[in-house]
Structures are given as structure tokens and as C-alpha cells.
Nanobody, 120 residues
Framework: VQLQASGGGLVQAGGSLRLSCAAS????????MAWYRQAPGKQRELVAD???????KYADSVKGRFTISRDNAKNTGYLQMNSLKPEDTAVYYC???????????????WGQGTLVTVSS
């Protein structure tokens, strides 16, 4: 299973970006998709996640500004980021908890990261 993250870039404060994470390979079910971020000199932190049933969870710092969603038919997850702030600057990583077959176990996969830079 491979995760391909895209959509990062440079944006001014107050702007928006939409990240995408496309999963490919042998996939029976994506149980959970998540976005993490890591700013320079800081630990990686959970930004948001979404279950296969659509339940979502957000870090307090992004509530009301970011929206996580997924398209199960396309095995793709999204992170819509609005009202961006300079402190949102980080490398954003997608993560997926995947079951590869009906009888298979669950495994955790990571995308390569996409850089989001928010200028003040």
C-alpha cells in the first residue's frame, strides 16, 4: 500500500489549501485516515482523523478551520485548511490504517509528507 500526499504550498495568512492523500495497492478497507504535521524543531502531532464510518476528530488548534473528509470509492482522503495561520507551517503527513484483505490484519502506512508554508 502506498500513500501519495499532495496539495501543499506557500500561502498567505488567512488563505486556504486543500491536501489530498491517495492510497493505492491492495486495499480491502481503510479503517482510519489521518493527517499529522511536524513543524521545525517540534514533534509530530495529530491534526485530524476520520474513521471509515465518517467520525472525525481534530486538534484543538485547528477546530473550526480545518475539515477532514474522505472518498471511500477513490481511497482518497482530504484536508481542507481555511484561515491558515503562520503557526500552521509544517510538513503534513497522511496516515492510514489499512486492512488489505477480508482475512488480513491491519497495518499502518505513511505518506511522504507535503510542505505547507503560511506567510504572515
Amino acid at each position: 500500500v502506498q500513500l501519495q500526499a499532495s496539495g501543499g504550498g506557500l500561502v498567505q495568512a488567512g488563505g486556504s489549501l486543500r491536501l489530498s492523500c491517495a492510497a493505492s495497492g491492495s486495499i480491502f478497507n481503510i479503517n482510519r485516515m489521518a493527517w499529522y504535521r511536524q513543524a521545525p524543531g517540534k514533534q509530530r502531532e495529530l491534526v485530524a482523523d476520520i474513521t471509515s464510518g465518517g467520525s472525525t476528530k481534530y486538534a484543538d488548534s485547528v477546530k473550526g478551520r480545518f475539515t477532514i473528509s474522505r472518498d471511500n470509492a477513490k481511497n482518497t482522503g482530504y484536508l481542507q485548511m481555511n484561515s491558515l495561520k503562520p503557526e500552521d507551517t509544517a510538513v503534513y503527513y497522511c496516515n492510514a490504517d489499512v486492512t488489505r484483505s477480508a482475512w488480513g490484519s491491519r497495518s499502518d502506512y505513511w505518506g511522504q509528507g507535503t510542505l505547507v508554508t503560511v506567510s504572515s
